[in-house]
């Protein structure tokens, strides 16, 4: 797949097996993993770290390993279930981190071209996204501006 601000064509990654059910070692109860979903989120967890969570530590000790295939249900849908949806969605929350780095590196080096090209990357993908979630996810008057972006990530 061709990223979008990199050289070329950029670089395959491997294919999820196309599991239509949890393995059978994996038969934690449906309900016990969203409680667990809804406590990790709780603890302040993002949707992709409370999946690493329940892959790696798993509920009442045994692992899961695809939230979806185990519920029927994304992470980020049973949070919104339970009302415990993020002010931002994560990949524009992160994005958003990034830029405020960059930013930041940016007024300490002033010549560094390369860190003014990937700020002015990460900026654009961020205004991108916002237009995707706008109206749905976001406020229909929102725009991204750094200042309140550095105010929000606070």
Do not use: C
Request: aromatic fraction near 6%; avoid cysteine; charged fraction near 40%.
């Amino acid at each position: 797949m061709a990223r979008m601000h990199s050289r070329r064509r950029g670089s395959s990654g491997s294919d999820r097996p196309a599991a239509d059910e949890p393995p059978e070692w994996s038969d934690v109860d449906e309900d016990a993993i969203e409680e667990r979903v809804v406590e990790l989120a709780d603890e302040g967890y993002d949707p992709s770290q409370i999946g690493l969570k329940l892959r790696d530590e798993g509920v009442q000790g045994t692992p899961v390993p695809d939230v979806k295939l185990a519920t029927g249900k994304k992470v980020t849908e049973i949070l919104e279930e339970n009302d415990v949806t993020p002010d931002f969605p994560e990949d524009l929350r992160n994005l958003m981190e990034r830029a405020v780095r960059l930013r930041d590196h940016m007024e300490e080096h002033p010549g560094d071209a390369q860190n003014k090209r990937a700020l002015q990357n990460t900026e654009s993908k961020i205004r991108r996204l916002v237009d995707y979630y706008r109206g749905d996810k976001l406020d229909a008057e929102f725009t991204y501006e750094y200042d309140e972006a550095k105010e929000l990530l606070e």
